[in-house]
């Protein structure tokens, strides 16, 4: 199989240029200017964008959370990915108290293996940090390409561990060649708001905002960030939404700490008013919870300033009838938000086409960034010779609006419903194969590749 894409502006991290790209079966093997070279199958890409196929980090598909499960699994969450031009996801295997991390790597996998369209890999979350558990992650490193370990500050008596873990695990992770991620908010202190807040009868979605203030997040981001700084390890924050929490990242920098921060989609686009609409408001209630407009004005500017360096989604799905699990009582609502399937044309079109991030910046951080700081560069995330054949090829000027009756997500709503977009992903191509192409799908379920990944650094 060959396939040659003629006249597109390619856009990576660093470049921008017009050239044809050819592809044999899943890697690229030439880029350059009139390539005479015979194709199976030849694109005509002119006047469009060719960027690298986006990588969303931070996705959590069949996921067990507050007694149900998130709505998208391996399958529809993959080809809702594909859809929105995001070639490959890196899910979290959450770690059960009193069992070990190998035991969970097969309840995943026994989820993914076989079912996915896009390309993934794994995180491991470690829940129960201890002499057994730490004997396992130097396999999970070297054999699994498991290189990313993360920790939760919150959820007491399920996800969370203490300080004394957190730095055990640290010293460990670093040993082996990890990372070390978090999930940055002070579980204590938003227990006891929730805990006040429905005693004081105060039950509507809006309360699961007010429980979660920027201070716990701050306050942890800070406190995590101090602790590899102790240790050393290679660190890196999940879904960051606030000023506070980046200030404190700020903060580290000034003591020649690199520590990488993540935000999401929806916390560069939507606020806190959102939380005003009664039971409605649940369709955005995740945690951490939308900010507000001072705090997308600081997460914009972290990415031009380079103090932010992801954009993902925490794309964690429910029904509405999932949702009103918790109709009468906001903690317990299923905290997650569909968008693995909107975050690139988002960020296109309110970052690039509003003049708030370039081009490059755009693959920089919705792509390169992720496979660098995740051990998979440059196999992912570059349209580069001898990199793997994931690319998209963007409108930059079609309008198109969001709803739930097109979207691709096993999800009964969208937090964007009727928003109106510029530009379009058309072809979507993965390994060299053309995956999607005016919005049809061409690969099947166990298309999608496991991706081991190398040791980690401080250093992109």
């Not at 972290?302 to 103090?307: D, W």
């Not at 060299?432 to 250093?459: C, H, M, P, T």
């Amino acid at each position: 199989m060959s396939l040659l894409i003629k006249n597109g502006r390619i856009i990576t991290a660093a470049d921008d240029y017009v050239a044809d790209i050819f592809i044999e079966d899943d890697k690229i093997t030439t880029i350059g200017k009139n390539l005479d070279v015979k194709a199976t199958q030849t694109i005509y890409a002119k006047n469009k964008l060719v960027i690298p196929g986006g990588i969303d980090p931070h996705v959590h598909l069949d996921m067990p959370f507050m007694g149900t499960y998130s709505s998208d699994n391996y399958e529809t969450g993959t080809r809702a990915a594909l859809f929105g031009g995001t070639t490959m996801v890196i899910d979290f295997i959450l770690q059960t108290q009193g069992k070990s991390l190998h035991d969970a790597l097969k309840e995943w996998q026994g989820r993914s293996n076989g079912n996915a369209l896009g390309d993934y890999s794994f995180h491991m979350a470690v829940t129960d940090f201890n002499d057994n558990t730490k004997a396992e992650i130097k396999d999970l490193v070297e054999k699994e390409g498991i290189t990313s370990f993360k920790t939760f500050m919150a959820y007491k008596g399920a996800l969370m561990i203490d300080d004394r873990q957190m730095v055990g695990l640290m010293n460990e992770v670093k040993k082996q060649g990890g990372m070390v991620t978090v999930h940055a908010t002070n579980g204590d202190v938003i227990d006891f708001l929730v805990a006040k807040h429905k005693a004081e009868g105060k039950l509507s979605p809006l309360y699961h905002y007010l429980s979660q203030p920027e201070i716990t997040e701050s306050e942890a981001t800070g406190r995590f960030a101090d602790m590899a700084y102790h240790t050393g390890v290679p660190a890196y924050v999940v879904h960051m939404t606030c000023e506070g929490a980046l200030n404190q990242i700020r903060d580290a920098d000034k003591r020649n700490q690199k520590v990488f921060v993540e935000t999401c989609i929806q916390y560069l686009v939507l606020d806190a008013s959102l939380y005003d609409k009664g039971f409605e408001s649940a369709k955005w209630v995740m945690s951490p919870p939308l900010r507000e407009k001072k705090d997308q004005e600081t997460l914009w500017a972290g990415l031009n300033q380079g103090t932010v360096q992801v954009v993902a989604t925490d794309h964690c799905p429910f029904m509405w009838e999932q949702k009103k699990m918790g109709e009468h009582d906001f903690s317990k609502i299923p905290n997650g938000h569909p968008a693995i399937e909107n975050r690139m044309e988002l960020l296109f079109s309110e970052g690039v086409k509003k003049g708030r991030i370039s081009l490059n910046k755009f693959v920089e951080v919705s792509s390169t960034n992720a496979a660098k700081i995740f051990g998979m560069y440059p196999k992912k995330g570059t349209i580069a010779v001898g990199s793997d054949a994931d690319i998209v090829i963007l409108d930059p000027n079609e309008k198109h609006t969001l709803s739930a009756k097109t979207h691709h997500m096993h999800c009964d709503y969208s937090g964007y419903e009727g928003w109106e977009l510029t530009g379009k992903c058309k072809t979507i191509i993965l390994r060299g194969k053309v995956a999607v192409d005016n919005n049809k799908l061409f690969v099947e379920k166990g298309y999608g590749q496991f991706v081991k990944r190398n040791k980690v650094s401080s250093i992109i």
